[in-house]
């Protein structure tokens, strides 16, 4: 498996500390705010990653922090009339609920910054008694010219850095890169005792002692969009290096930024979209097919348009399955029509079992390559449209039908590694048939119970009297209820049904 590092900018055979396990840290939320489109990309890209390694086989200690106090939360508070508390358990609680609907799985561990504030103080007190940080009237500064190579992962040179310095130097701060690692408070804020009197910590060092207390150093993949590889990233490495001597993390992973018709998104512009504003209006599979389109480093461009054509995907996909699904219930042991497919019978089976092989084997050569999740869904789709066209005939033999009962389960599972997990999205997403079924079934048969299923069977059972005894306008009121409820009578080589339009 390869991954391209930001530290080394290339890519590297992924080899984890400890065979089998990996240790793994995301940047999560400052929750002063729901999050936008572009954050919720950040967070699929590497909730797929995760999920990956683990089908991979490996056991993944996934951590991701919950920035809950800072200056964003502080202001919002003040102009709400609320606690800074108030603010970050409400919108820490709406960033949980959203990620659950797009089907990111919860982390291993998920810290809050106010509850590890012990763990901060005692890294910030190891960075000054290594000469790497020094306080200032309660406020603590890391100092960059202590660490030699600072800039190292961004590639920034430090001497440039300095002379760009535009910002009105702080005079108590030594060197003009030097940032907080601790802000004394400022009166009604919130604050911690400390051994520099009351304060809150800085956010570069919450994630250094999170990700130290969780997983110890070095860890194996430290994620985030790429907006945080600077300044944020550089310094939790300079912090944790400085501090323990030693490597930070071994691969650096960065996703890549969203753009909204390719224009940069901006609250100013007023393209500014926030993820459940968006779910209000598309499926979450569909948002998440669309951007697996994408390999996860490369800039993503959201539109309305591509929105709609990955929902037609989906669709397609879920059509599909749902083919292979009628065909193989249909089948009840006898062959369908051999004498008519001949050959071609045994090809077929033959044929749909290698694309179910090729497409195991594509999907892991793509996702093993730095995760090339387009790659992987290219493969999935060439697997489902070899089983639709499989089962075209209806399934001919009992051979056959395993085959068919392999490729849907094959698409449902790698969809799944995905985070594509269309048995959720069916369960509460789209029913199977619309509501008014039941009642065209009462209107037309007397119909007196309330399973959908059930009102399919009554109304194709009167379909075929009223064929029998050539009263075309009963069947013609039949199949006028079905299109006015977007439904349509299907006759196949397996059986009749009654499908979506
Ligand atoms: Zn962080």
Same mark, same amino acid.
């Given at each position: 498996?390869?991954?391209?590092?930001?530290? /080394?900018?290339?890519?590297?055979?992924?080899?984890?500390?400890?065979?089998?396990?990996?240790? &793994?840290?995301?940047?999560?939320?400052?929750?002063?705010?729901?999050?936008?489109?572009?954050?919720?990309?950040?967070?699929?890209?590497?909730?797929?990653?995760?999920?990956?390694?683990?089908?991979?086989?490996?056991?993944?200690?996934?951590?991701?922090?919950?920035?809950?106090?800072?200056?964003?939360?502080?202001?919002?508070?003040?102009?709400?009339?609320?606690?800074?508390?108030?603010?970050?358990?409400?919108?820490?609680?709406?960033?949980?609920?959203?990620?659950?609907?797009?089907?990111?799985?919860?982390?291993?561990?998920?810290?809050?910054?106010?509850?590890?504030?012990?763990?901060?103080?005692?890294?910030?007190?190891?960075?000054?008694?290594?000469?790497?940080?020094?306080?200032?009237?309660?406020?603590?500064?890391?100092?960059?010219?202590?660490?030699?190579?600072? +800039?190292?992962?961004?590639?920034?040179?430090?001497?440039?850095?300095?002379? +760009?310095?535009?910002?009105?130097?702080?005079?108590?701060?030594?060197?003009?890169?030097?940032?907080?690692?601790?802000?004394?408070?400022?009166?009604?804020?919130?604050?911690?005792?400390?051994?520099?009197?009351?304060?809150?910590?800085?956010?570069?060092?919450?994630?250094?002692?999170? /990700?130290?207390?969780?997983?110890?150093?070095?860890?194996?993949?430290?994620?985030?969009?790429?907006?945080?590889? &600077?300044?944020?990233?550089?310094?939790?490495?300079?912090?944790?290096?400085?501090?323990?001597?030693?490597?930070?993390?071994?691969?650096?992973?960065?996703?890549?930024?969203?753009?909204?018709?390719?224009?940069?998104?901006?609250? /100013?512009?007023?393209?500014?979209?926030?993820?459940?504003?968006?779910? !209000?209006? @598309?499926?979450?599979?569909?948002?998440?097919?669309?951007?697996?389109?994408?390999?996860?480093?490369?800039?993503?461009?959201?539109?309305?348009?591509?929105?709609?054509?990955?929902?037609?995907?989906?669709?397609?996909?879920?059509?599909?399955?749902?083919?292979?699904?009628?065909?193989?219930?249909?089948?009840?042991?006898?062959?369908?029509?051999?004498?008519?497919? +001949?050959?071609?019978?045994?090809?077929?089976?033959?044929?749909?079992?290698?694309?179910?092989?090729?497409?195991?084997?594509?999907?892991?050569?793509?996702?093993?390559?730095?995760?090339?999740?387009?790659?992987?869904?290219?493969?999935?789709?060439?697997?489902?449209?070899?089983?639709?066209?499989? @089962?075209?005939?209806?399934?001919?033999?009992?051979?056959?039908?395993?085959?068919?009962?392999?490729?849907?389960?094959?698409?449902?599972?790698?969809?799944? @590694?995905?985070?594509?997990?269309?048995?959720?999205?069916?369960? !509460?997403?789209?029913?199977?048939?619309?509501?008014?079924?039941?009642?065209?079934?009462?209107?037309?048969?007397?119909?007196?119970?309330?399973?959908?299923?059930?009102?399919?069977?009554?109304?194709?059972?009167?379909?075929?009297?009223?064929?029998?005894?050539?009263?075309?306008?009963?069947?013609?009121?039949?199949?006028?209820?079905?299109?006015?409820?977007?439904?349509?009578?299907?006759?196949?080589?397996?059986?009749?049904?009654?499908?979506?339009?």
């Amino acid at each position: 498996m390869k991954v391209y590092n930001t530290l /080394s900018r290339s890519k590297e055979e992924f080899v984890p500390r400890e065979p089998g396990k990996v240790g &793994f840290y995301m940047c999560g939320p400052t929750v002063y705010n729901h999050i936008h489109i572009g954050n919720a990309r950040t967070f699929l890209s590497f909730d797929v990653i995760r999920r990956y390694l683990e089908f991979a086989g490996f056991e993944v200690n996934f951590v991701q922090n919950i920035t809950d106090v800072d200056d964003k939360i502080i202001n919002r508070a003040n102009e709400e009339g609320k606690t800074a508390a108030e603010i970050a358990a409400f919108y820490s609680r709406a960033f949980i609920d959203v990620m659950r609907a797009i089907g990111v799985k919860d982390p291993s561990i998920r810290p809050r910054a106010t509850e590890e504030i012990p763990a901060m103080i005692e890294t910030i007190t190891g960075l000054i008694e290594g000469g790497h940080a020094y306080e200032v009237e309660g406020d603590v500064y890391f100092s960059v010219r202590s660490y030699p190579e600072y +800039g190292r992962l961004s590639g920034r040179d430090i001497e440039q850095l300095q002379s +760009g310095a535009r910002v009105s130097v702080d005079p108590r701060k030594r060197d003009a890169l030097d940032f907080a690692l601790w802000k004394a408070a400022k009166p009604g804020e919130p604050f911690w005792e400390s051994p520099w009197g009351q304060g809150r910590p800085g956010w570069h060092i919450e994630c250094t002692a999170m /990700s130290e207390r969780y997983l110890g150093t070095p860890f194996d993949i430290h994620g985030g969009g790429d907006d945080l590889v &600077f300044p944020h990233h550089e310094n939790e490495l300079a912090q944790s290096e400085a501090c323990s001597g030693h490597l930070f993390v071994k691969y650096w992973l960065h996703g890549g930024m969203l753009t909204i018709d390719h224009e940069k998104m901006s609250k /100013s512009e007023g393209n500014f979209l926030l993820l459940k504003d968006v779910l !209000e209006h @598309v499926r979450p599979q569909a948002l998440r097919l669309l951007m697996l389109q994408t390999h996860y480093r490369s800039p993503f461009d959201y539109s309305v348009e591509r929105l709609h054509e990955a929902t037609s995907a989906l669709e397609r996909i879920e059509s599909a399955l749902r083919n292979l699904s009628w065909a193989i219930e249909s089948y009840a042991g006898v062959a369908v029509a051999p004498n008519d497919l +001949g050959d071609k019978s045994v090809s077929w089976t033959g044929d749909l079992l290698a694309r179910i092989e090729a497409t195991r084997e594509q999907f892991k050569v793509h996702m093993d390559d730095d995760f090339n999740t387009a790659g992987a869904v290219s493969a999935i789709f060439e697997l489902v449209s070899a089983g639709n066209s499989s @089962v075209k005939d209806g399934i001919y033999g009992e051979t056959h039908r395993l085959a068919v009962i392999e490729a849907h389960d094959t698409i449902l599972e790698l969809l799944v @590694v995905l985070g594509v997990n269309l048995l959720a999205d069916t369960g !509460e997403g789209e029913p199977a048939y619309p509501d008014g079924l039941v009642d065209l079934a009462a209107e037309l048969t007397g119909f007196v119970g309330d399973d959908p299923a059930e009102a399919v069977d009554v109304l194709l059972g009167l379909r075929i009297e009223a064929r029998a005894a050539k009263n075309w306008s009963l069947a013609d009121s039949i199949r006028d209820g079905l299109t006015e409820l977007g439904l349509v009578i299907e006759d196949t080589a397996s059986g009749t049904r009654i499908v979506r339009k």
